[in-house]
């Protein structure tokens, strides 16, 4: 039983991690580093280790993409030297 | 560097770590086996100490010093981004306006926060008994808090976080951790060694120097993540281009 949700965990684990590389849109791509987080925080329960799934929990489910959005608009929203180099980029 | 040779040394590194890793993992005890060498030392360890959640044991008494090296590179990099995302002389702020939110959503926020803020509170208190700790709880803190964001809008979250006073927070509980390691000191035993009175097993002030660094951990994590969250929000939602 437990052999079997281990590996259940595994294979979510490597789905989301493929899911997350194969995502081009850096938004897109925290929103799926986000449930990455979220099966690795599976996989720790799983695996006996409570604390490691709670620091995961936090650290890879909210506060990693939070970042990664926040910095996603703030790139988004001013376009400066980058846009004077490339017209239309 | 060409593409070719770049290539070369990508291929000639993967080999080396296969190799290394290959022969590190011959030598693993098979998974799941009931034999565990350094676990059984952790837990004999913990339990003389008094400490029922044998991982705060490992984190603040028996590797205190490992942990005090990790809450040093978290307060670095929070100090480093402080100094990083400060407003250019050629950006400016702009007052970020009220943002309209369904009733529901605030509903939702307003139930929630204590919720968030008291589970965080309570995972910080038992970390030296029960899964969590200064880590964790200060990490469900530090996020809990931007429900105010999420549920109402920037200038909600501005108020219900005082981030001078966290500023100082941070700093001040990075220090106490070194501070505290000189208790042993004074005790006559080695730096970071847990010399306090023990207490009783299985209550919150068991473990003796464990729910010390664990609360102060705690406050550094809540207010590190806090002051590192409010650098991206600024330059996200007010700092404009000049």
Redesign the interface.
């Known amino acids: 039983m437990t052999?079997t949700l281990i590996v259940l965990a595994l294979l979510a684990v490597a789905a989301c991690a493929t899911g997350a590389v194969l995502t081009p849109d850096p938004a897109r791509q925290a929103v799926v580093l986000s449930v990455l987080g979220l099966s690795l925080a599976l996989l720790f329960t799983v695996l006996q280790a409570?604390?490691v799934?709670?620091?995961q929990l936090?650290?890879g489910t909210?506060?990693t993409p939070?970042?990664i959005l926040?910095?996603v608009?703030?790139v988004r929203?001013?376009p400066?030297r980058g846009g004077d180099q490339e017209p239309g980029a | 560097m060409s593409r070719r040779v770049r290539l070369l040394l990508l291929a000639g590194a993967g080999l080396v770590i296969a190799v290394v890793f290959a022969a590190g993992c011959a030598e693993l005890p098979p998974f799941?086996s009931p034999d565990h060498p350094y676990g059984e030392r952790a837990v004999a360890a913990a339990l003389a100490r008094h400490t029922a959640?044998v991982?705060?044991s490992v984190n603040f008494d028996q590797r205190a010093f490992d942990t005090l090296g990790e809450e040093s590179i978290l307060f670095a990099s929070v100090l480093g981004t402080v100094i990083v995302l400060r407003p250019a002389r050629d950006e400016d702020r702009q007052e970020p306006e009220p943002a309209r939110v369904l009733p529901s959503t605030r509903l939702f926020g307003a139930l929630l926060l204590p919720v968030t803020l008291l589970t965080g509170g309570y995972?910080v208190a038992h970390g030296q008994l029960s899964?969590?700790?200064g880590?964790?709880g200060g990490?469900?803190l530090?996020?809990g808090l931007?429900l105010a964001y999420v549920a109402a809008d920037y200038l909600a979250l501005r108020q219900v976080r005082p981030l001078a006073v966290l500023d100082v927070a941070d700093a001040l509980a990075a220090g106490a951790f070194s501070v505290l390691g000189l208790v042993g000191l004074v005790a006559g035993a080695a730096f970071l060694s847990n010399t306090l009175p023990l207490g009783t097993f299985n209550t919150l002030s068991s473990g003796g120097l464990v729910p010390v660094i664990n609360a102060v951990v705690g406050v550094e994590v809540a207010s590190g993540?806090i002051v590192?969250?409010a650098q991206?929000?600024d330059?996200?939602v007010e700092v404009?281009?000049r």
């Open positions: 052999d409570p604390d799934a709670l620091s936090g650290v909210a506060v939070l970042l926040l910095t608009r703030k929203r001013s400066r | 799941g959640n991982v705060s995972l899964p969590g700790g880590f964790q990490v469900v530090a996020t931007h993540v590192l969250l991206f929000l330059q996200a404009v281009d």
